[in-house]
C-alpha cells in the first residue's frame, strides 16, 4: 500500500532525529552498489544518492572511482510503486548528488522539498529529453492508433518515464548526470567527462546495432506486458502494443484482454512480451489463448539477483531485449 504524504512527512522527521543521533551508517540507509558491497560513509568521495537501477548505472558509469554511488531501491523490487524509509531520506538529505529519472519516482519533489540540503546537487535525468504523453486505456484500443505513444495513466502523471530503454535517449540522461557530478565536483571536471565520453560511445554503438538489426526485420508491432518500450518503439520505427499501461501493476480491462487478443490472432503474433519484475500471469494467458509462446522483454526497472549473480548491467540486457525482438519480429 502507498504511503501518505502525512505518513513521509512522520518518516522524515524521524530521519532528521536519527541525523542529529550521529546516524552516519551508509549501508543502513541504503542498498548499495547492485553490484558489490558497499563503502564506508567516512569516504572523502563524493556521495552520489540514485533512485533505481538506470540511474545507479549511469551515475556508477560517469563516476568512476570519484564517487560512493548508491541505490536507494533494492534489486528485484519494481520501482512504480516503491516508498522511501526514514533511512532512505535521511542518506537524500546528506547526498552531495542525488539523481532520479523522474514521474517513476513520485515521492521524489516532496522529500526533496523537506529534506533540505542547500549544497545537495539534484539531477531530474528525464528533463533532458521531450517526453511522451500517454493515451488513456479506454481510448487505447488494440486495433487502433496504439503505435509510440501508447501508455496509460501514470499516477497524477500521464507522462511517460521510460526514456532510458531507448540508448540515444539513455545518452541525453548520461550527459545530465555528467553535469551535476562536475559542477559538484569541478575538481574532476576532467574526469567526468572522460567517463561520460566513453560510457556515451558505448550507449552510440548499441542505438546502432538496434538501427541496424531492426531496420529490416519483417513485422514491425509487439506485444508487451506493460507500456514501457514507447521510446525505444518510436526510435526504431516499431509499434508497441502494451497490455497493460505504464505502470506494470495496472490490470487490463475485460474489453482490452479482448482486443489485445483479437489483434495476436489477426497478426500471426507467435510471441508476447512479459517482464522480470511483475507477474507474467496475464501475458500467459494471452499467449496460452492465442497459441504464442511468451519472452522476456526487459524494462531494466531493476536487477533480479539471478541477473546480478550474471554480472549483466544495462548494454548486456539491452542487447539481450535487442536479441529477442529481433527474433520475435522474424517470425
Same mark, same amino acid.
Given at each position: 500500500?502507498?504511503?501518505?504524504?502525512?505518513?513521509?512527512?512522520?518518516?522524515?522527521?524521524?530521519?532528521?532525529?536519527?541525523?542529529?543521533?550521529?546516524?552516519?551508517?551508509?549501508?543502513?540507509?541504503?542498498? +548499495?552498489?547492485?553490484?558489490?558491497?558497499?563503502?564506508?560513509?567516512?569516504?572523502?568521495?563524493?556521495?552520489?544518492?540514485?533512485?533505481?537501477?538506470?540511474?545507479?548505472? #549511469?551515475?556508477?558509469?560517469?563516476?568512476?572511482?570519484?564517487? @560512493?554511488?548508491?541505490?536507494?531501491?533494492?534489486?528485484?523490487?519494481?520501482?512504480?510503486?516503491?516508498?522511501?524509509?526514514?533511512? @532512505?531520506?535521511?542518506?537524500?538529505?546528506?547526498?552531495?548528488? #542525488?539523481?532520479?529519472?523522474?514521474?517513476?519516482?513520485?515521492?521524489?519533489?516532496?522529500?526533496?522539498?523537506?529534506?533540505?540540503?542547500?549544497?545537495?546537487?539534484?539531477?531530474?535525468?528525464?528533463?533532458?529529453?521531450?517526453?511522451?504523453?500517454?493515451?488513456?486505456?479506454?481510448?487505447?484500443?488494440?486495433?487502433?492508433?496504439?503505435?509510440?505513444?501508447?501508455?496509460h495513466d501514470h499516477g497524477e502523471s500521464a507522462l511517460d518515464p521510460h526514456v532510458w530503454l531507448a540508448?540515444?535517449?539513455?545518452?541525453?540522461?548520461?550527459?545530465?548526470?555528467?553535469?551535476?557530478?562536475?559542477?559538484?565536483? +569541478?575538481?574532476?571536471?576532467?574526469?567526468?567527462?572522460?567517463?561520460?565520453?566513453?560510457?556515451?560511445?558505448?550507449?552510440?554503438?548499441?542505438?546502432?546495432? #538496434?538501427?541496424?538489426?531492426?531496420?529490416?526485420?519483417?513485422?514491425? @508491432?509487439?506485444?508487451?506486458?506493460?507500456?514501457?518500450?514507447?521510446y525505444m518503439a518510436q526510435a526504431y520505427g516499431l509499434t508497441q502494443v502494451p497490455i497493460a499501461g505504464?505502470?506494470?501493476?495496472?490490470?487490463?480491462?475485460?474489453?482490452?484482454?479482448?482486443?489485445?487478443?483479437? #489483434?495476436?490472432?489477426?497478426?500471426?503474433?507467435?510471441?508476447?512480451?512479459?517482464?522480470?519484475?511483475?507477474?507474467?500471469?496475464?501475458?500467459?494467458?494471452?499467449?496460452?489463448?492465442?497459441?504464442?509462446?511468451?519472452?522476456?522483454?526487459? +524494462?531494466?526497472?531493476?536487477?533480479?539477483?539471478?541477473?546480478?549473480?550474471?554480472?549483466?548491467?544495462?548494454?548486456?540486457?539491452?542487447?539481450?531485449?535487442l536479441e529477442g525482438l529481433e527474433k520475435a519480429l522474424n517470425e
Amino acid at each position: 500500500m502507498k504511503k501518505t504524504w502525512l505518513q513521509i512527512s512522520l518518516l522524515l522527521s524521524a530521519s532528521t532525529a536519527l541525523l542529529l543521533a550521529g546516524c552516519t551508517s551508509r549501508e543502513a540507509s541504503l542498498n +548499495p552498489d547492485p553490484g558489490s558491497t558497499g563503502t564506508s560513509n567516512t569516504s572523502s568521495k563524493l556521495k552520489v544518492v540514485t533512485t533505481f537501477y538506470p540511474m545507479y548505472e #549511469f551515475s556508477k558509469q560517469v563516476a568512476g572511482d570519484l564517487a @560512493d554511488v548508491t541505490a536507494l531501491i533494492p534489486p528485484g523490487v519494481e520501482p512504480h510503486d516503491w516508498e522511501p524509509t526514514a533511512k @532512505d531520506i535521511a542518506a537524500v538529505k546528506e547526498a552531495d548528488v #542525488f539523481v532520479y529519472n523522474g514521474i517513476v519516482e513520485g515521492w521524489a519533489p516532496k522529500v526533496l522539498e523537506s529534506a533540505v540540503n542547500s549544497k545537495r546537487i539534484v539531477v531530474e535525468a528525464s528533463q533532458a529529453v521531450t517526453l511522451m504523453e500517454g493515451t488513456p486505456e479506454d481510448e487505447d484500443e488494440a486495433d487502433g492508433g496504439h503505435g509510440s505513444e501508447a501508455g496509460h495513466d501514470h499516477g497524477e502523471s500521464a507522462l511517460d518515464p521510460h526514456v532510458w530503454l531507448a540508448p540515444a535517449l539513455a545518452q541525453k540522461e548520461v550527459a545530465a548526470i555528467q553535469q551535476a557530478f562536475e559542477q559538484a565536483d +569541478p575538481a574532476h571536471k576532467d574526469t567526468y567527462q572522460r567517463n561520460a565520453d566513453a560510457y556515451i560511445k558505448k550507449l552510440q554503438q548499441l542505438d546502432d546495432n #538496434f538501427q541496424t538489426k531492426l531496420k529490416a526485420v519483417k513485422r514491425k @508491432d509487439f506485444i508487451t506486458q506493460h507500456s514501457a518500450f514507447a521510446y525505444m518503439a518510436q526510435a526504431y520505427g516499431l509499434t508497441q502494443v502494451p497490455i497493460a499501461g505504464l505502470s506494470p501493476e495496472e490490470e487490463p480491462s475485460p474489453e482490452k484482454m479482448v482486443g489485445i487478443v483479437g #489483434f495476436a490472432q489477426a497478426h500471426n503474433v507467435q510471441t508476447i512480451f512479459f517482464e522480470t519484475l511483475a507477474d507474467p500471469k496475464i501475458a500467459a494467458t494471452i499467449a496460452k489463448e492465442v497459441g504464442a509462446k511468451t519472452a522476456v522483454l526487459n +524494462p531494466l526497472e531493476g536487477l533480479t539477483e539471478e541477473e546480478k549473480a550474471q554480472g549483466l548491467d544495462y548494454i548486456t540486457i539491452m542487447t539481450k531485449n535487442l536479441e529477442g525482438l529481433e527474433k520475435a519480429l522474424n517470425e
